[in-house]
């Protein structure tokens, strides 16, 4: 069945929805509004994991190689607390920067037919005539906001300011670094995404950030106290504002968005405009793009539009409740430092690979440490007795009285 689709939104969720779908189906007219001019964009660099990527060759391999050619990787962590280093191993992560996966994404859509519209801003009393409208315009949806009490929409802000910089330092791992200073914690992480850049995310709480300053500073003065404090980390290298790389700093406050339901009769919501999670567990384009799979699936083998998005809803809302339920506790481990941070660096680091856990914040830091280190023991014991139990189990059974007694060949007697 032919589908009209407007979609509300060129980011990576509403790109890559119209790509599937036109894969589905080259007969669906499907169109990406998009009210920022092409090739601009905010933020810096997107991380993802093996897991999507494996995802995205299976539902498109065009795209999904171009996206893995033009992503860097790295398979440890390190964090600098104080004037010490610790290093631990990790699963491959993977940076691509978000303008060039942006241009990936659009260069395919219109490759498979797909109408992009620049600088074509939709309001609700522009919305296009279509089957489907998919709003993916944003955490500040414009669509989703004008029926905000049908979409059941919550907003908690977070207590700690950060601000997402880039910097031409490129990272070698995924890197966090700590710094005491006379008014408190501040700590960044950064992670490379390109050949000559990296992302450089800073936080800090309430009280830091006041008395530093940072609240009162000028912009390109903010920048430059941040580079002093994180030196031994940036080796010399800038840190760049987001918004006209002119040393600028947009401190914000992280916003968690829910929604009581995802859909209001043809419109459904998309990627952040349906939800965000905390920046710290690194998941948001990974999770919208999955809402893209999610939708699309849902399309093609729904009998129609509404059933489709019920089932999308569905779907999608009991796959978040464990990130959701991640990036809540990860939020909160940085907002209780204090409880963390004069422990062992092994220890520490170790923890902060924990920050997800729902039962961390009610163990004492030392003996979560020791009882998750004898889990780890457990399971690496566990998986031995997996690999091992069947040739154990040949090996006994060979030396079982039967065994031994059972007369050998002819042709091996003496």
């Not at 009210?35 to 299976?58: F, I, K, M, N």
């Not at 190689?65 to 398979?75: G, L, Q």
């Not at 966090?176 to 050949?195: D, K, L, N």
């Not at 829910?258 to 349906?274: E, K, M, Q």
Request: aromatic share 8%; proline share 6%; hydrophobic share 35%.
């Amino acid at each position: 069945m032919r589908v009209k689709v407007a979609c509300v939104g060129g980011g990576p969720a509403g790109l890559y929805l119209s790509i599937l779908l036109k894969r589905q189906d080259p007969s669906h007219d499907i169109t990406v509004h998009e009210r920022d001019p092409e090739g601009s964009t905010y933020g810096w660099g997107v991380t993802y994991w093996r897991g999507l990527l494996d995802q995205l060759h299976a539902r498109d391999p065009e795209s999904a190689r171009a996206v893995e050619e033009n992503s860097v990787r790295w398979n440890q962590g390190v964090a600098h607390v104080r004037h010490l280093v610790t290093r631990q191993p990790g699963d491959e992560g993977h940076g691509i920067g978000r303008h060039k996966l942006l241009e990936i994404l659009a260069a395919r859509a219109r490759a498979l037919g797909v109408r992009l519209e620049f600088e074509r801003e939709i309001t609700p009393d522009t919305v296009p005539e279509a089957d489907l409208v998919v709003a993916a315009d944003g955490v500040h949806s414009a669509l989703r906001t004008r029926h905000a009490r049908h979409f059941g929409t919550r907003l908690t802000p977070g207590r700690n300011p950060y601000v997402w910089l880039g910097t031409t330092k490129v990272f070698d791992s995924f890197t966090f670094a700590f710094v005491e200073t006379g008014h408190g914690w501040i700590w960044c992480y950064g992670y490379p995404f390109g050949p000559e850049r990296s992302t450089c995310v800073i936080e800090c709480s309430p009280g830091t950030w006041t008395g530093l300053g940072l609240d009162r500073a000028r912009d390109a003065d903010g920048t430059a106290r941040l580079e002093k404090l994180f030196a031994h980390v940036l080796d010399g290298h800038p840190l760049i504002g987001r918004a006209h790389g002119d040393g600028g700093a947009a401190w914000l406050t992280f916003r968690t968005l829910t929604n009581r339901t995802w859909h209001r009769g043809n419109v459904v919501l998309l990627g952040d405009a349906a939800h965000t999670t905390h920046y710290s567990i690194g998941a948001g384009t990974t999770l919208a793009l999955e809402d893209a799979f999610a939708l699309a699936d849902a399309l093609r083998d729904g009998p129609g539009v509404p059933q489709a998005l019920t089932r999308y809803e569905r779907d999608r809302t009991a796959a978040l409740l464990v990130p959701q339920s991640a990036a809540r506790h990860s939020a909160r481990w940085y907002e209780n430092l204090d409880r963390y941070i004069d422990l062992p660096p092994e220890r520490m680091f170790a923890l902060l690979g924990q920050r997800h856990s729902p039962l961390l914040p009610y163990v004492p830091p030392q003996l979560y440490y020791r009882l998750d280190k004898a889990a780890g023991r457990l399971e690496a014991l566990r998986r031995l007795k997996r690999r091992l139990g069947p040739r154990l189990a040949r090996t006994a059974q060979s030396r079982t009285p039967a065994a031994r007694e059972r007369p050998r060949p002819e042709a091996n007697r003496r």
